[in-house]
């Protein structure tokens, strides 16, 4: 019986530039090395002499109103608050800067004024990650440099472990927090009754269980108390136990009762980029080569099926060949400075590339940005993960480029961010405008990163190579590996036959960093470069990974890229397997709805017009012809972080407010006590639509006390509402899904379309059905012939009567230019069965490297 080889063929465009090469940066002299290391002094000092003179002893500075932010006395900002503790954050957090910045003498002060000042016997809950990495972390990181250096610097003789002893104090006023059955930590602690009035609490991320291990086993050995290495190392056991057993990934979200997943999106940033950071950091500090076998399984796994180069997407974990979402977000950055410790440098050099460019374009790091490197969350907090990665690059390298992006930071920052009270994060990388914030770790770490990358060895009182840098730069030393016995618990851990990893230790080994930084500035596109001519995707690695799995690239005259998959040419069977996974969930995302996206869109009905908005992850859910009618009105203040004084007013009504400032979850409490029987929120950054911006779900504070619904416009949206409220007041707006509300009978003539959509603009999912129907018949085959079966009917002539070619068009995809057009199905007189469809960028192309959850902030 004659079978017909398996083909599968995807034809799609990956617009990419192609542009003059630019000089490589010219070697940095020396002496503006060091113009550049003074500047980033004295950004340093006008931060903290700020906060000293107008903020100490809050937790915080607030830039723009130049006067301390203080927990229970400035109004509140919802979760975000949970990192204060009226304990002095900034000055802790920032102790071990000035050591750094050889500033002994306000080191000396710094430290008297803690142990003065600095108590935790306060009735407040706060974030156990957040207390742990900035206040014990930096106490420890004070303690450990003051006792090294008191025998040097004469005004440190008096130092007998005073940052020790607080430091313990506080250790012990965490532990309750590892009182639950699974050993995983709770998110929040009271610093004085420990769990009281905490009894719901029941998620932690992953990040926030996993980032204890440094810090508690520092204290451990420094104390000779085993309890907190005891704790944090059952906390690291149990999210080992509960990775995904097949893919070896990590879900972002926990139950910490149960150990259940709750949400298993998989990536290297937000919710879990620190605990695979503190896997292989605690090889590096403790010497248990368990972590490093565990960083090595989870290290294999990420670049598997997270990274794609240049970007990296977080998946399913498990399903990982799918991916969750189309957009990352900042906290990744640290992940190439995490690299270059492992010693993988090429990647690291890749990633940062990439980083690179989304700062070319926007000026900052957005806070989430999509694959095509547009914003996709514009706030900016001044993070300092892109410099600590341009650091640790720069020393694996000696490649003085890195300096040159380190300069471009500082400039960025000096222009931008500075103000007259010191430097405030940036509300909108699009605007540019401020926010009143100034975050601990712009002085713990930022300024540092920064000092250290224009400093050079001999010009820093650390040595560097004798210590750890923490998730927040705080320094323990190398010297605690033998400091008392190593309190883990034994764990078998099966090891791969094949693993490049297994026994790498930090590495700075150079490299020609160019040579990898170049064919992707092509591929990605220069900030402000003059227009560029198509070009095909020439990445060799991602080519050489996409052949072991026998999918051949062939690029197209028009410069689109054609994706031909065939089970003869993959690499073994198991390749072959995984390439027909990714053409099938290549294909599949294209019919993902949003509802299995995780995100239903909303509607606001206003008039003959329908609004789409976007849904919120706390709250009462409008789900089927569920819907709430009611009279909008404005909250004052417009942001409604604070409780309205219109509150009267906005009884029964739904109430309207503005993005910013605080949570969503934070305003919608507000506009709930108000009264309020549904909250709409506006965005606070001109120019969005829902026609041209993702639409995303609002996140909750993990506090569930929120019954009233609540819903998301775009500004252009947002300003139509405003518009028609203006023009009658006593209007009456129904909102729900917005499927249903286009069921209206008022949607007979097309008056529920999105408002300003464009012409081009997506169509729904559903009408891929007959796409994903003769999709799913190619992909049968495929399986079929895999697994070796019998062909159901012998391959035909193409032009035979019985093999008719079947054709799908769509009209309306992403723009005129790029549409589906065709899909044919046919076995040739040659003997292959091949499926073609044509699309360009923005249809199959963007649509296979997105999808999931739009997390809301």
Known sequence: MAY???????I??????????????SQMTRTERIQLREEARSMFYHAYDAYMDNAYPADELMPLSCKGRWRGVTPSRGDMDDVLGNFSLTLVDSLDTLV????????????????RDVSFDHDIIVSVFETNIRMLGGLLSAHVLATALRNEVPILRWYDGQLLALAEDLGRRLLPAFNTSTGIPHGRVNLRHGLRGLSESRETCTACAGTMILEMAALSRLTGDPIFEQKAHRAMDRLWMIRHRTSDLMGTVIN???????????????????YYEYCLKAYILLGDEKYLARFTRHYNAVMKYISRPPVMLAVHMHRPHLQSRNFMDALLAFW????VLLG????????HEMLYQVMQRHTFIPEAFTSDLQVHWGQHPLRPEFLESTYFLHRATGDDHYLHVGKSVLRALQQHTRVPCGYAAVNDVRTRAHEDRMDSFVLAE???YLYMLFGEERDLPVHLEDYVLTTEAHFLPLSLATDGLNSSLALNIDQPHEDKYTKTCPSTWSLEASSVRRPLRTLLGGAGRPPARPRPLTDPRQLLALADMGISVLTLPDGRVQLLYTVATAKSSKEASEGLTFMREMSKWNTLSDTENGVVAAGVAVGERVLAAGPAHFGRQLTGGERVHGVPALAHPPDACSPPDNAAALAGKMAVAHRGQCTFAQKARNLQAAGARLAILLDNVDGTSYGSTALFAMSGDGIDDIQIPTVFLFSLEGNYLLAQMESDP????????????????????GACEALLQPPGAPAHAHTFDHLKSVLSQLVAQFELSLAGEEAAEPCTDSDSPDSPDLHVTKDKFVNDESRVETLHNNCSGEGSCAGTAEGSQGDAGTQAQGGGEGDGF
């Not at 017909?4 to 995807?10: A, G, N």
């Not at 190439?336 to 690299?339: E, F, R, T, V």
């Not at 993988?344 to 990633?351: C, F, G, K, L």
């Open 446 to 448: 930022t300024f540092k």
């Open 4 to 10: 017909c080889p398996v083909l599968l063929v995807f």
């Open 256 to 274: 910490i009762h149960s150990g259940d997943w709750v949400r298993k999106d998989s990536g290297v940033g937000a919710g879990i980029d620190s």
């Open 336 to 339: 190439p400075g995490l690299q």
């Open 12 to 25: 799609l465009a990956f617009v990419c530039v192609s542009t003059e090469d630019e000089p490589l940066p």
């Open 730 to 749: 006593e209007m009456v707006v129904s909102v729900g899904e917005l499927e249903s509300l286009k069921r209206l009978e008022s949607c007979a003539e």
């Open 100 to 115: 750094v910045m050889g500033d002994f003498s306000e080191f000396n002060r710094a430290v008297r004024l803690v142990l």
């Open 344 to 351: 993988d440098v090429r990647p690291a050099v890749e990633t």
